[in-house]
């Protein structure tokens, strides 16, 4: 087990993270909303990087899992930039950002701010602006008159909250609009029984990235979460695939 350590972000809260150094390019995983790098889809890249000697950094966004913080302070601008922090100080080298979900839209502000570190993209069940397709107009209304709102949780017995504040930055950081000005390689991985976030979400983010390097796996009896041991295999494969064409 690789030991968990912190950065310090200038406002003093402490962030928690794991790296293996190895060959570049680095792989850096970025779990979705209320995850953590304890997740199985974290951990195998973490242990498939050991095994074949590449950089892998995991970590927890702060308000979740082993960092500091409140989860009601959490927004994707806070997260991205403690994502950001994190890679300038721990990795010098190109890095491949891997997201999951929500973390299939961080990685693509994190990409935009670090630019050319950015050595490729691979997103599972990618759910960029989720805050502006993801909800009706009555949550909507309510979140933004600063309201939380509780959604069913299929994941655990607990609703899951969608704090007001997360809300107003996601709709501040909507992408999909508009062309996304990332050219690296990506590689989107989408079920298309994905109950949380429709696949075809996935060939809308393809087309709006300008690169031209772009390749969508569909896996049809695939669910959001894409944990199964040939959801991960996937994962793997492509992961090897991606960052040995830099070698």
Sequence with gaps: MIETQFHTMPDGRRVAFRLHRGADPALV???????????????????????????????????????????????????????????????????????????????????????????????????????DWGYGEGDKARLAAGEIVLED???????????????????????LGSTIPIDAPVRLIHGQR???????????LAEALRSDDIQVTL?????HRLSRPQDIALLLRTAALLTETFE
């Design 29 to 131: 995983f970025l779990p979705g909303y209320m995850s953590d790098m304890a997740g199985g889809k974290a951990s195998a890249l973490m242990a498939w990087a050991q095994q074949t000697g590449r950089s892998c950094l995991l970590m927890d966004y702060s308000g979740c899992g082993t960092s500091a913080g409140e989860f009601a302070d959490g927004t994707l601008s806070r997260w991205s930039a403690e994502v950001a922090a994190l890679i300038k100080v721990q990795l010098d080298g190109p890095v491949v950002l891997v997201g999951s979900s929500m973390g299939g839209w961080l990685m693509l502000l994190v990409a935009r701010a670090l630019s050319t570190q950015v050595a490729g993209l691979i997103g599972i069940a990618a759910a960029p602006d989720f805050t």
């Design 153 to 175: 949780n299929p994941y655990g017995p607990e609703p899951t909250p969608i704090h007001p504040g997360f809300f107003a930055d996601g709709q501040a950081q909507l992408q």
């Design 219 to 223: 896996v049809k009896d695939g669910d």
């Design 194 to 204: 994905d109950a949380d976030v429709p696949w075809r979400l996935s060939l809308q």
